[in-house]
């Protein structure tokens, strides 16, 4: 029986960048559904969960997160700007645009797009609350400029929060989170479990 993956993340986060694609191969692989669901993290999920934005954590753990994620970057072979010149930003309005690319073209574009969102913020150092780099985003991966006006939606609004109410309810506390079956997977460090779980069924 095939799975379905509740996939949480906010697309400015560097773990779901490191994440995506892996994941991404790894659920069509299994024939899995994969919903998307951005969520409102440090506005909504951190301060019900105890998590704290990066300016407000001690300097030790600020020093060896970067430390990780040189380590992820080369143990993937992804490029990765430790620490680009757009962050921390704000991820809001690319969500809400990865939204509405799932509610009017499906997942594959979605998916599509939440990579492209996270490429510009670790790779291509790209300011992702700036809506012309996110109406550039959309013509690069030939979809439609309609899109960015269908982010300020109410409707892809309201899936938004929906998203992010579901993602507390469900224990989320970090992105990305994987949740299967009510079994919550945290990191992309944890998608080995990810892959088994799937191939369970």
């Known amino acids: 029986m095939s799975l379905a993956v509740d996939y949480y993340f906010a697309p400015q986060s560097p773990y779901a960048y490191l994440g995506h ?3 991404w191969n790894m659920a069509r692989q299994a024939g899995a559904t994969v919903r998307v ?12 969960s105890g998590g704290l ?18 380590r992820f970057s080369e143990h993937l072979g992804l490029p990765m700007n430790v620490e680009p010149r757009y962050f921390p930003v704000a991820g809001d309005d690319a969500a809400k645009l990865i939204i509405a690319v799932e509610m009017k073209e499906g997942t594959e574009a979605a998916m599509k797009i939440a990579g492209a969102v996270m490429r510009a913020v670790w790779e291509q150092e790209r300011n992702i609350a700036d ?21 300020h939606s109410q409707a892809a609004h309201e ?15 970090g992105a990305p989170t994987y949740v299967i079956e009510g079994e919550l997977f945290w990191g992309q460090d944890r998608l080995d479990f990810v892959e088994r779980r799937l191939a369970r069924g």
């Open 53 to 70: 934005p990066l300016s407000k954590r001690a300097p030790q753990r600020q020093a060896y997160r970067l430390v990780e994620l040189r």
């Open 21 to 23: 694609e892996r994941f």
């Open 159 to 173: 899936r938004y929060e929906t998203s992010t109410e579901e993602a507390i309810a469900a224990g989320v506390f």
């Open 37 to 48: 669901r951005p969520v409102d993290l440090g506005g909504k999920v951190f301060p019900v």
């Open 131 to 151: 809506e012309s780099v996110l109406a550039t985003l959309l013509a690069e991966n030939g979809m439609p400029a309609a899109r960015l006006e269908d982010a």
